[in-house]
């Protein structure tokens, strides 16, 4: 089984603060062989300049390829003691994950805000068995459907953190993409999202696809080949010759 740590890059802006980068990059699951699992896995890489926060609410497609098998809490959420995970389904390929800190009842609180780098969650496919799919880059890619998808909370939940900048991925190299102005879309929130009080909901996050890369499944297993008895006479004036 593979994994693939995924880093989230979030670009924070606060008010009285300058913009800190931090990202959420689906990663690149590489020499994965069809049929097999994969573990893709989704984290935090909260910068120098850290941001707590108080819950988040991701929203990916995949490739038809991979067939979705289960999302998993990431390290860093249960290290902080966070008290709400869950995930759903959102289309053929979608997946959503969403993860709250507190839940703001009981004497039970979290020990901390994700003020840090680490996983955020470990999704599992399986990928198929179509011969064609050898050599090929199956993607998993951020959508949104609506303004409230790939969002980061701080962490009182009074300021939404949205996209700023998209990677796509093509197995390869990460390039950028360009906002859109419409939903749905795999460009990110459009400007329309940070609606008339913009205190409240800010660009701050970067975005990057990922995948998994599917490599020749070698299947056909080698044959020893020997040959036949010869006779070689001895090499001029010598006991012996070499055969080779």
């Known amino acids: ?41 989704i984290a935090l890489d909260n910068n120098a300049v ?5 819950g988040f609410d991701l929203l990916f497609d995949h490739s038809p390829y991979l067939a979705f098998q289960e999302v998993q809490i990431g390290s860093l959420p249960v290290s902080c003691d ?11 390929f979608g997946i959503r994950i969403v993860a709250l800190a507190d839940m703001n009842n009981g004497a039970v609180h979290p020990s901390c805000y994700a003020a840090a780098s680490g996983e955020l969650a470990v999704i599992t496919f399986l990928i198929g068995t179509n011969p064609d799919i050898e050599n090929t880059f199956l993607s998993v890619f951020w959508r949104w ?4 998808d790939n969002t980061l909370s701080s962490r009182d939940g009074d300021t939404l953190f949205l996209s700023d900048d998209i990677y796509g991925f093509d197995g390869f190299l ?5 906002y859109d102005t419409t939903l749905p879309t795999s460009f990110g929130a459009p400007d329309s999202c940070l609606g008339l009080d913009k205190s409240a909901s800010l660009r701050g996050v970067d975005f990057y696809d990922g995948g998994v890369w599917v490599t020749v499944n070698d299947i056909i297993p ?8 010869m006779l ?3 090499a001029p004036g010598e006991c012996g010759s070499r055969v080779f």
């Open 1 to 41: 089984m593979h994994r693939s740590v995924v880093i989230l890059a979030v670009t924070l802006l606060c008010a009285a603060v300058s913009a800190a980068d931090v990202a959420i990059e689906i990663d690149q699951v590489r020499n994965a062989s069809r049929g097999e699992f994969v573990d893709v896995v």
């Open 50 to 54: 850290a941001q707590e926060l108080g």
């Open 82 to 92: 966070w008290e709400y995970f869950t995930y759903s389904f959102s289309g053929a």
């Open 145 to 148: 459907a609506d303004c409230g």
């Open 174 to 178: 990460h390039f950028p993409k360009t």
């Open 222 to 229: 080698p044959v020893t080949s020997c040959p036949g008895n």
């Open 232 to 234: 070689v006479p001895n």
